[in-house]
């Protein structure tokens, strides 16, 4: 993915959307806002407009280098994320928080005769990490042992016995969020929540209430379908349901029985979508690819049309992250939806002749950072029963170019680990992480917590026998696999 500079972002306002039938997005008016408060607009980190020339070789046909212009239905200047992260008419959660609350707060009431114990706890609640995934706590299906470690520190398994606040922070997609904590709490053996997890594309979500039908890209099966229509989206078309309709959009595609049993397809000729969304990297570039150009050359979205105009009358597309590269289980890592992206922007440069204008969301993007701090403020409460931002917040990623570039960018402290797609032992030229670069999440936490708690903080509770030296820990060489000595950690 390339790098940014502070010249990328710029530090705006947020904006609060208006109670109207039509939503401002720079000088561009957007239909179908519900009027309510549920959606923030956050400025954009970066051009909407693609910079697919620099990337390019002569192409077979040459583009026609007409005046850019933006799109009337892009959102470009701002990225809708929502307001809370919990749903208010949950009640359910919100009354199983306020009872967890209140026994959090019953059992600190119990400790106050400490005072200096209550103040290493004050601090404790005035910190909070924010994990990448990928690369940081597991390798695809496989964990990283630190990964498991850290997470029981965090989650009571110290000398204070108290929970530390985290959250996780993904560019991955493609399934709903219940579906991948479950998946991550069995890989980690350590409760997550949804209510601390933020994928590439949850503050999407927002984007529900601005369009009706749209087309879902990428993912396994029908899931991505599944994500969009718990997110509240109306009318929600893949291209398995395009491809049932007609065929012949995509001729080197075969197109199986049990595919066909499983889509819903419609005549696609007298329907307008009015959105695309990239959730998840596509399983079928070839197919997905040529939709999606339909569509960009449409008028207003209707396959079987072309644009006279198709700048114009272009509809928007959303990406749920920008990530050309993504750690997996093989040993390196492998091309992500960036890669289909710039694949698409060169294409349609080659074609239309002009840039692709397009919204991004997922990590660098500020919009990803806002969210997670309404995230943050919601799980301290839910620990602790305090609905505040703690004020030392430690991003810890494996990714320069979106975990350390955006951590940077928002203000927050940040980490870097070699487990994942950076592996060198010097820190990155363009995205340097403030913290510095580290073995794996085992030595970063504990780089923070000693920071902030000073050295020597144990990281086993008082049931096993009171503080560990944690420097006992050993540093493995790059030529194996790191793992923190149970003795390190369990005493």
């Given at each position: 993915m390339p790098g940014f500079d502070s010249s990328d972002f710029f530090d705006g306002e947020v904006i609060i959307s208006p109670p109207a039938d039509e939503h401002q997005f720079g000088n561009i008016n957007i239909p179908g806002g519900t009027g309510d408060d549920n959606v923030v607009e956050v400025p954009a980190s970066r051009s909407s407009l693609a910079d697919s020339t620099s990337r390019m070789h002569s192409l077979s046909i040459s583009p026609s280098f007409r005046d850019r212009r933006r799109s009337r239905n892009s959102f470009g200047a701002s990225l809708p994320i929502p307001r809370r992260s919990i749903d208010p008419s949950n009640k359910q959660a919100i009354s199983h928080r306020d009872s967890l609350a209140a026994q959090v707060q019953s059992l600190a009431q119990q400790r106050k005769d400490d005072q200096a114990r209550d103040e290493k706890i004050e601090k404790l609640k005035n910190m909070a990490f924010v994990f990448d995934i990928d690369g940081v706590l597991v390798h695809g299906d496989r964990f990283i042992p630190e990964g498991r470690k850290v997470l029981r520190i965090?989650?009571?398994?110290?000398?204070?016995?108290?929970?530390?606040?985290?959250?996780?922070?993904?560019?991955?997609?493609?399934?709903?969020?219940?579906?991948?904590?479950?998946?991550?709490?069995?890989?980690l053996e350590a409760p997550i929540s949804t209510h601390q997890f933020i994928q590439a594309h949850t503050?999407?979500?927002?984007?529900?209430?601005?369009?009706?039908?749209?087309?879902?890209?990428?993912?396994?099966?029908?899931?991505?379908?599944?994500?969009?229509?718990?997110?509240?989206?109306?009318d929600i078309v893949v291209p398995n349901d395009i491809v049932a309709w007609d065929p012949t959009l995509a001729p080197f595609r075969v197109f199986t029985?049990?595919?066909?049993?499983?889509?819903?397809?419609?005549?696609?000729?007298?329907?307008?979508?009015?959105?695309?969304?990239?959730?998840?990297?596509?399983?079928?570039?070839?197919?997905?690819?040529?939709?999606?150009m339909d569509l960009l050359q449409s008028e207003n979205g209707r396959l079987g049309t072309m644009a006279k105009d198709p700048v114009s009358s272009r509809i928007p597309i959303y990406f749920s992250h920008g990530d050309l590269l993504c750690p997996s289980e093989h040993w390196k890592p492998r091309m992500s939806q960036g890669t289909f992206r710039?694949?698409?922007e060169a294409m349609y440069h080659a074609i239309t002749g002009v840039e692709l204008e397009r919204v991004i969301?997922?990590?660098?993007e500020a919009a990803t950072y806002k969210f997670a701090d309404t995230v943050l403020q919601e799980w301290l409460e839910e620990i602790h029963g305090e609905y505040r931002l703690p004020e030392n917040v430690y991003m810890i990623g494996d990714n320069p170019q979106s975990d350390i570039c955006?951590?940077?960018?928002?203000?927050?402290?940040?980490?870097?680990?070699?487990?994942?797609?950076?592996?060198?032992?010097?820190?990155?030229?363009?995205?340097?992480?403030?913290?510095?670069?580290?073995?794996?999440?085992?030595?970063?936490?504990?780089?923070?917590?000693e920071k902030q708690l000073g050295k020597g903080f144990g990281l086993v509770g008082p049931q096993d026998g009171g503080k560990v030296d944690v420097m006992e820990a050993r540093r493995p060489s790059l030529t194996d696999t790191p793992v923190v000595p149970e003795s390190a950690i369990e005493g």
């Open positions: 965090l989650n009571g398994e110290n000398e204070l016995g108290v929970k530390i606040p985290h959250i996780f922070v993904t560019n991955g997609s493609g399934k709903p969020e219940d579906a991948r904590c479950e998946q991550l709490s069995n890989i503050p999407m979500r927002a984007l529900a209430e601005f369009y009706n039908t749209v087309l879902v890209v990428g993912g396994e099966g029908y899931r991505c379908r599944e994500v969009a229509e718990l997110y509240g989206f109306k029985d049990e595919e066909r049993k499983t889509s819903r397809p419609r005549d696609f000729s007298k329907i307008n979508i009015e959105a695309i969304m990239v959730f998840s990297d596509s399983r079928d570039y070839a197919t997905d690819l040529q939709i999606i710039l694949a698409l969301y997922g990590k660098p955006g951590a940077n960018g928002y203000g927050w402290n940040s980490c870097l680990v070699k487990t994942g797609v950076h592996q060198g032992d010097d820190n990155d030229k363009e995205n340097p992480a403030s913290e510095g670069v580290f073995d794996n999440v085992f030595f970063a936490v504990k780089h923070a917590l």
